[in-house]
């Protein structure tokens, strides 16, 4: 055990907690964008606000499973770096995307793909923890 290890458990404690609370917005989300944003705006703005919805579910369900990845032997540190992508992701392209359909606002959209990359490292990461021996 190294001196981080406590630091990188309560990271991995909140990515669950912020992959709860973003999946349940997800739901929320979708269910608002399926019922009130329908003849509101634009087929490509309803498919634009879905697109949002999905990637912020799919980073959801991946911080609340990294949570649960050192059991399997996989590096805290870097679980947790990971995590911090994926939340930064969620805020930054979906939270840009939702901001451009429900506010017009155009000048986020160089943001989205400062996300997308976010979620790009974040994955990248998981790979390398997954490949990587486990320190005995």
């Known amino acids: 055990m190294t001196a981080a290890d406590p630091l990188q458990q309560n990271i991995l404690r909140w990515a669950l907690t912020i992959g709860a609370v973003a999946g349940l917005l997800a739901v929320v989300a979708g269910a608002f964008g399926a019922h009130a944003l329908r003849g509101v705006v ?78 790009m490292v974040g994955w990248l990461l998981l790979l390398v923890a997954a490949v990587k021996k486990p320190r005995r």
Do not use: K, N
Request: with cysteine.
């Open 42 to 119: 634009s087929e490509r703005g309803l498919a634009v606000f879905d697109t949002a919805v999905s990637y912020q579910m799919y980073h959801a369900l991946i911080l609340a499973l990294a949570a649960c990845m050192p059991a399997l032997g996989l590096s805290r540190r870097l679980l947790a770096i990971a995590c911090g992508f994926w939340t930064a992701g969620i805020a930054l392209f979906s939270g840009s995307l939702y901001l451009l359909v429900l506010s017009g606002t155009h000048w986020l959209g160089p943001v989205t793909p400062v996300g997308g990359v976010c979620f």
